[in-house]
């Protein structure tokens, strides 16, 4: 394992992280635990969840807080707000980026995960109702009082960075350290104007899906039944996007892997994990099995040749 700062701060996070969305819904409590050993095992410090993950939502921090008993120092712990606060609170009345939502959701994680503080808290999507400025504003006063060390954000445009920023430093509020989007060597919308933006302020990036729902596993393949017990199994709904997957894409990354002896796993998660402001490769895990696979991708250091022969294949 590798760990870099994230972005400009001095938030230090290992190079693959573990994404916590299935937690209470595919993954029960041992399997949770198992998780956690196998992060210990491997070197994987950085745990993503947030409020609206789990069945019910929530569920995901309350397996997590419970597993992390003994251990919370042991791991750099994010999680967000500001998704789903119908299903949380019983109502929507709340501007999700208001001070009341921040106050309020902040002290349901903290409770939740069973901890004192957390260490990246995220606005999970931008909230077009309240200005940035009073999220900012609720956010410093979270740090100032030690509930939370780094803030972040999710989902967000380069134009909502760039006005973040300028707001925090004119303001004198703390600034989003990192942005969260979906990112993959199948999808790098997000190098068009996010990841300038990023390198411009100092952001660090954490993708999310890297492995496109599976697509970048290697266990599909063009025209091919999906494997038994696969998500494309448990949820009838992949049949349509199995179907129309960039499968010359994948097929030129699997071949692109292939002549490195490498799987198509490692260079979805090594060769993002290289990519500028990159931070923690976000990928989810329902087994330790998993972590340890994930983790192992890092062997793999693309050098600027490797990483120029992969632009040409992905479009990058």
Request: hydrophobic fraction near 40%; proline fraction near 4%; charged fraction near 25%.
């Amino acid at each position: 394992m590798n760990y870099r700062p994230l972005g400009d701060s001095g938030l230090v996070v290992s190079a693959v992280g573990i994404g916590c969305n299935a937690f209470s819904r595919r993954v029960d409590l041992d399997g949770v635990k198992g998780i956690l050993a196998a992060a210990r095992d491997t070197g994987v410090t950085f745990l993503d969840t947030a409020d609206a993950y789990g069945d019910p939502p929530g569920g995901s921090e309350e397996l997590l807080g419970e597993a992390l008993r003994g251990q919370r120092d042991e791991f750099v712990l994010a999680t967000k707000f500001g998704m789903g606060q119908k299903r949380l609170f019983g109502h929507d009345r709340d501007a999700h980026g208001s001070r009341r939502y921040v106050v309020r959701a902040v002290e349901e994680s903290l409770r939740r995960l069973r901890t004192d503080h957390l260490d990246l808290y995220q606005l999970h999507l931008p909230d077009d109702v309240t200005p940035v400025e009073e999220t900012l504003s609720a956010l410093t006063d979270l740090v100032r009082d030690g509930k939370v060390r780094y803030v972040g954000c999710s989902n967000f445009a380069a134009w909502q960075l760039a006005d973040a920023d300028w707001t925090a430093r004119t303001a004198g509020l703390e600034r989003f350290v990192s942005v969260q989007n979906r990112y993959s060597l199948l999808d790098r919308t997000v190098e068009d104007e996010v990841i300038p933006a990023c390198e411009q302020y100092g952001v660090g990036m954490l993708p999310f899906f890297p492995l496109e729902y599976g697509l970048l596993t290697g266990k599909y393949r063009r025209g091919e039944a999906a494997p038994e017990g696969s998500r494309a199994v448990l949820d009838p709904s992949r049949a349509q996007w199995l179907q129309t997957a960039d499968w010359d894409r994948i097929e030129a990354l699997t071949a692109y892997a292939g002549a490195r002896d490498l799987s198509v796993l490692d260079v979805a998660i090594a060769g993002l994990a290289a990519q500028p402001m990159v931070g923690s490769v976000i990928a989810g895990a329902t087994s330790g099995e998993q972590v340890r696979t994930n983790a192992a991708a890092l062997r793999w250091e693309p050098t600027p040749e490797d990483l120029a022969e992969l632009d040409e294949v992905t479009g990058g």
